[in-house]
């Protein structure tokens, strides 16, 4: 089901105001990264590549005004970007945040910001990026890490549920929304929330 579909499934269930969907990952281990396709490459963001990052960036996102804040939230060698050779765009990328301070993360660092180019769709380099991340936070020693998504963002909580994230579920609302989330993966009779 594309994003757009599910994205209008979801969001008649859930309030304009409610808080974005939590997921943490309870394990210092590293994750495989998926090999990086031909004709792509993976590697960190360099100094002065910002307005090819903002171009990938607003892809997905439409609020462009977080891009100023993000490389001060960053670890070092923590946004992971795709490369595409033939191109030299970018195509995906993820940043790994340091500890930011949330109250149910005290001191967590964050998987923030995955995005891939829908015209280099079917290759994994949302999932290349995401375990890079996973494992960049996991080598800085956070031992609670946590993305926050929004529940129509189908695609990135495949990625994260495959990396080894769960959801999050401080409230009933929280845990009926994930409900929702696992119908819409087809996943609703595999997952139990606990």
């Given at each position: 089901m594309p994003d757009d579909d599910v994205a209008h499934a979801l969001r008649p269930c859930r309030p304009l105001h409610a808080d974005k969907l939590e997921m943490i990952r309870c394990s210092s281990a590293l994750v495989p990264v998926p090999p990086v396709p031909d004709g792509y490459r993976l590697r960190m963001l360099a100094v002065?590549?910002?307005?090819?990052?903002?171009?990938?960036?607003?892809l997905r996102f439409r609020d462009g005004s977080r891009l100023d804040e993000m490389p001060g939230k960053t670890l070092p060698a923590g946004c992971f970007v795709v490369e595409h050779m033939a191109s030299d765009r970018l195509v995906a990328s993820c940043r790994a945040y340091h500890g930011i301070g949330r109250p149910r993360h005290p001191g967590g660092g964050q998987l923030a910001w995955l995005v891939a180019d829908p015209a280099?769709?079917?290759?994994?380099?949302?999932?290349?990026?995401?375990?890079?991340?996973?494992?960049r936070l996991a080598d800085e020693g956070y031992e609670r890490p946590f993305p926050r998504t929004e529940d129509a963002r189908i695609r990135a909580i495949s990625i994260y549920l495959r990396l080894g994230w769960q959801p999050d579920l401080p409230t009933l609302d929280m845990r009926e929304r994930w409900d929702r989330v696992f119908a819409a993966l087809g996943l609703a009779g595999e997952r139990t929330l606990g």
């Open positions: 002065g590549e910002e307005p090819l990052y903002a171009a990938l960036y607003t280099h769709g079917g290759k994994g380099l949302g999932t290349i990026v995401a375990a890079a991340v996973t494992n």
